[in-house]
């Protein structure tokens, strides 16, 4: 794995990730999880789900809370520590994964597997982004479904901030964006820790997948969207004004 494509595995151990995007709290995730399972019809009794790309556990958190059997699995070692830490909760298991990887289930185990706060695009090549939902098809049963919880790309392209500076807890974070000749949204944070002369920085890189290219890249995966939802409380998607874009899909 080269410099670049690792970028997620350092920016997501690290402690400041965290800090920066403190704001996606507990409240959050609960009305979230307890919107999407209001809508899904998953079975009564023994509903397995799959949080993949699970960071730190809030949202695996609050699904094993409302009765589901729940696993959470991230490539960040540091945020599979801190959830096993967080969240010693009954029905809840942990582990450290990389979705491009088979995933270590028998197949149809899950009815339910979620992707959430875009926790995909993020990888080189259309090759390792199809493998990762062919291995979230495989997981699913017949009847399951998958959610993908995704930045709203024609949103983003269109009020995309070229700078900004944060400043959370006593530390600035200096933030630049742009969007690359092979379609990547870009976002460079750079930043001093307390007590140190060294600057840190990062660059996030994400694919702008619009509704038309998951179309083709689920298409390739044996799924298909059923429903699109423009925000955490599940209002219609719409093109010009809605915050996120989150695709409920079946296997095909």
């Given at each position: 794995m080269t410099e670049q494509q690792a970028w997620f595995q350092r920016w997501f151990n690290s402690p400041y990730y965290h800090l920066l995007y403190d704001h996606r709290n507990e409240?959050?995730?609960?009305?979230?999880?307890?919107?999407?399972?209001q809508w899904l019809p998953l079975p009564e009794i023994d509903a397995k789900v799959l949080d993949l790309a699970c960071g730190k556990g809030r949202h695996a958190a609050h699904l094993a809370r409302s009765g589901l059997n729940?696993?959470?699995?991230?490539?960040a070692e540091e945020s599979i520590a801190a959830a096993k830490k967080q969240y010693p909760l009954p029905g809840l298991q942990f582990a450290v994964h990389d979705m491009r990887k088979p995933l270590p289930f028998p197949p149809h185990q899950f009815d339910a597997v979620f992707n959430l706060f875009t926790s995909f695009g993020y990888f080189?090549?259309?090759?390792?982004?199809?493998?990762s939902l062919k291995n979230i098809k495989q997981v699913l049963k017949p009847t399951g479904y998958f959610v993908l919880d995704f930045l709203h790309a024609e949103k983003v392209l269109r009020e995309l901030t070229p700078e900004e500076t944060i400043e959370k807890q006593g530390i600035i974070f200096f933030i630049r964006r742009w969007v690359d000749s092979s379609g990547?949204?870009?976002?460079?944070?750079?930043?001093?820790?307390?007590?140190?002369?060294k600057e840190l920085e990062f660059t996030e890189r994400v694919r702008a997948y619009r509704k038309a290219d998951f179309e083709v890249l689920f298409g390739k995966a044996g799924l298909q969207i059923e429903q699109i939802f423009g925000n955490y409380q599940l209002a219609p998607y719409q093109v010009e004004t809605s915050d996120r874009m989150i695709l409920i899909c079946r296997t095909t």
């Open positions: 409240e959050e995730a609960k009305g979230f999880m307890d919107a999407l399972l729940v696993w959470g699995l991230d490539i080189q090549t259309e090759e390792e982004h199809l493998a990547y949204i870009n976002k460079n944070i750079r930043f001093t820790p307390p007590g140190e002369q």
